[in-house]
């Protein structure tokens, strides 16, 4: 019924998320916390290479993976035209297989909070088994602060004179007992006023305490479990970036 993250999702990604778009400092953030690893990084829910691409730019040696195969198909296409090479690959992280190891595992942008909240230890047990002795996971988490149950808004963007998205966004259920908040989201591709094509999205978050979330981590066999909110320069944002070691 729904499809997560397909054509016309990627499409207004690339709009509104294009390659090197820093959200709230994300890329100059995760580049201060990677800057002297040697090793090889892993971007677990790489999008379009939006932050993959510029930390490539920057000397370090990164992979991507996400479930997304139109997300990972454009972040192929931004690679090149960005002149970068790097290994990408579709994957669902609740089953991560990889041969490689890494010296750090990072998921910007709440990117985490999409993943099933029974698969969480599952996925967690994985980056730890993925990760070389003392590599580190940096995880961003959000919390729910700006919903607005019933909520509806329509923004709309252009992709030629001709052609354009217009995007719906519906707040549909917060869940305090799940910690879970659902969007329905609606793409509506537009060619000279009619509509072409339509992509409706199902989009689920959940979030975590802080103590509740280390203790998931010291669970896995992750320590040295350390936070900072607004990547260290808003004490009262909703983003928590959890950064630990193996």
Known sequence: MFKEYGELSTKLYEITKPVGYSINGDIEYYLSKLKNLKGSILEAGVG???????????GLHVEGVDLSLEMIKQCKVNMNEHKVDAKVYQQDLTNLSSPNKYDAIIMPTGSFCLLPKDKVSQVLT??????????????????????????????????????????????????WFTQKTSYIHKYELLNNGSIESTEVSHFTLFWYGIKEFELLLKEVGFYNINYELGYGHDSQSSLITFIATR
Request: no cysteine.
């Open 126 to 175: 994985s980056f730890y088994n993925h990760l070389n002795i003392d590599g580190k996971i940096i995880i961003d988490l959000e919390l729910p602060i700006d919903f607005k149950l019933g909520e509806v808004s329509s923004s709309s963007y252009f992709l030629s004179k001709e052609e354009g998205i217009l995007f719906t966004n519906i707040s549909e259920e917060i869940d």
């Open 48 to 58: 379009t290479g939006r932050l993959l691409i510029p930390l490539i730019q920057k």
